[in-house]
C-alpha cells in the first residue's frame, strides 16, 4: 500500500507536533519547584503514667513519669527521643519516658 505525499506530510506532521508537545511537557516537569509536605514526624503525645508494679514504697509522686504515649517499641521511643524502661509487677512493662 504506497502512501501519497498528503498522507506522509500530515504523519510527519502529527510527529512534529506529537514531539515538541513531549519536550515542552518535560521542561515544565524540570522547571517545577518540590512540593513541600507538612511535618509528619510531630512527637507523640506526652502523658503521665505511676511507673511501679507491686511493691512502691514512699509517695505516689516518686514512680509519676512523664511518657511518649502509644509509644510500645524501643525503636520508636529513640525516634521519638524518648528512654526506654520498663518496671517489673505482674508482668514487665515497657514505657517510653520522656528525656
Wanted: hydrophobic share 35%.
Amino acid at each position: 500500500m504506497a502512501m501519497t505525499k498528503e498522507v506522509r506530510a500530515i504523519l510527519l506532521m502529527a510527529l512534529s507536533v506529537g514531539t515538541v508537545c513531549l519536550g515542552l511537557i518535560a521542561l515544565r516537569l524540570r522547571n517545577q519547584q518540590p512540593i513541600e509536605l507538612p511535618n509528619q514526624e510531630e512527637k507523640p503525645k506526652i502523658e503521665e503514667m505511676f511507673a511501679c508494679g507491686d511493691y512502691c514504697p514512699g509517695p505516689q509522686g516518686l514512680y509519676m513519669k512523664k511518657v511518649y504515649s502509644g509509644v510500645n517499641t524501643e525503636e520508636g521511643c529513640r525516634q521519638a527521643g524518648g528512654t526506654w524502661n520498663s518496671f517489673i509487677g505482674w508482668g514487665t512493662t515497657y514505657y517510653c519516658e520522656v528525656k
